[in-house]
């Protein structure tokens, strides 16, 4: 027995009634913990003055102060005292999220402790506390702005997406607004259905209650229809909505496994996701969106180009021999490490931390890495990233990685593949090998791939997570915008 509540008509009542719970309870060998008792009169339904009650045994149950007390973790009087509880329950939720971004908790990480330590503090008590669509819709804004001022989301950013879960592209935060109301909704549709005699009969008392009445069914609430608009509404957006519509066509399901997968810091993943929503105040949107009088579109390093988020990423002539080559030689020294792995050869205990050696050869294999391959015959592209050679099979396989624009990928990988013809030819012939293929490792500046991307890389046995290739291409995409755009 724990958390007993007593009601009567009058003091005499409650008196007998208090007599007999004594009883029981000596019987049962259990005692009242007095500092957590209260009791309450109530005459006309106000709160009125009074200084408790005495048990058989002479001890006394204080009446209720001004603050209330906590029923099942709720505060009340004589009846559940709203707006303290919405104060309290506010308070904390601003602290824990507060606390939250403080932490150096990854971005993946910071939405799920928010999800899991700060958003049930408000959906416990939904359906019995009174809060409003505004009240619950402020908290989300608090969140955001928390978000924000922590560097988690741009202030540009999508907020649509923001409640779209990871697997689909979005952040996978909770909003507080309909967590609340879907608790509701399954309270309401429990009452509606519920023939237990008790319910029934709470019906008959509480008229006025919305949820009791069962009448507030919100069947669009339901979480998955409310993330599909959520997440037709970010994509449909001109701006926010342009990458996943231009990449549609080309992008693997796994595109976003990095979201899933991988643990990028906070700010580093409000980054990417800003620079995919076209949110990033470059030169073009500052003349073109923010239209900031007397400003110029072009790119602030070559002075040649419209400074788009794609041009800083992939097109400028500036970077290309430097922050470009470094991202992609990053993607290519990953793949070299997972083939060192598989083949035998010296490698570090961490991909990330891995630095290619230009020629590596034993029994079984050769591997070299950005090896100038020597022909009698003018070849074009003779130089591939890595060109792994099986000894005992006679086989070769040329393997090229690029970071384009994300919306090239497919373009690019047919191109890698064309480029490679007569080097693919030249060394079949020259090194007398049976069969020589060419495979592709594509990955856009902004994390998207094809459905080719897994099968190249397991043809090559780079055993590697595609999130962990998506993530060395991100992590250098974020390194240029940073020093572009002095983040
Ligand atoms: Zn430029």
Known sequence: ???????????????????????FSNDIKMEFGLDKCASVKVTKGKKAVFNGISLPNGD?????????????????ANTILHREMKELVTKEYVWRVKKILKTQLH????????????????????????????????????????????????????????YVSRQLGGRGLQSIEEVVRREENALTTFVKNSSDPEIVRLKEFFVEDKILLGEEIDKEIDSLQREEQRRQRWTGKVLHG??????????DPDSWSWMVEQDLKKETEGLLIAAQDQALRTNYIKHKIDKVPGSSPLCRL???????????????????QTDYKARHD????????????????????????????????NDSVKLLWDFHVQSDHVIEHCRPDLLLVKKKTKEAVIIDIAVPGDVRITEKEQDKILKYQDLKREIKTVWQLRKVSVVPIVIGALGTITSNFRRYLDSVSCKLRVSNLQKTALLGSAHILRKVLEI
């Open 1 to 23: 027995m724990d958390d007993l509540k007593l009601y009567a008509s009058s003091e005499q009542d409650m008196e007998k009634l208090m007599h007999t719970t004594s009883e």
């Open 60 to 76: 006394k149950i204080g009446g209720l102060d001004e603050e209330g007390y906590k029923y099942l973790g709720v505060l009340e």
């Open 107 to 162: 971005g993946k990480f910071t939405m799920q402790a928010i999800n899991t330590w700060a958003v049930p503090l408000v959906r416990y008590g939904a359906g019995i506390l009174n809060w409003t669509a505004q009240e619950l819709r402020s908290l989300d804004t608090k969140t955001r702005k928390l978000l924000r001022i922590n560097g988690a989301h741009h202030p540009q950013g999508d907020v649509d997406r923001l």
């Open 242 to 251: 342009q990458f996943p519509r231009q990449v549609q066509p080309m992008a």
């Open 302 to 320: 070559c002075r040649s180009h419209n400074e788009t988020t794609d041009h800083i990423l992939n097109g400028c002539p500036k970077l290309s």
């Open 330 to 361: 990053k993607v290519s020294a990953a793949v070299h490490w997972s083939l060192c792995k598989e083949y035998g050869f010296d490698h570090s205990s961490k991909w990330y931390e891995h630095r290619a050696e230009k020629v590596l050869e």
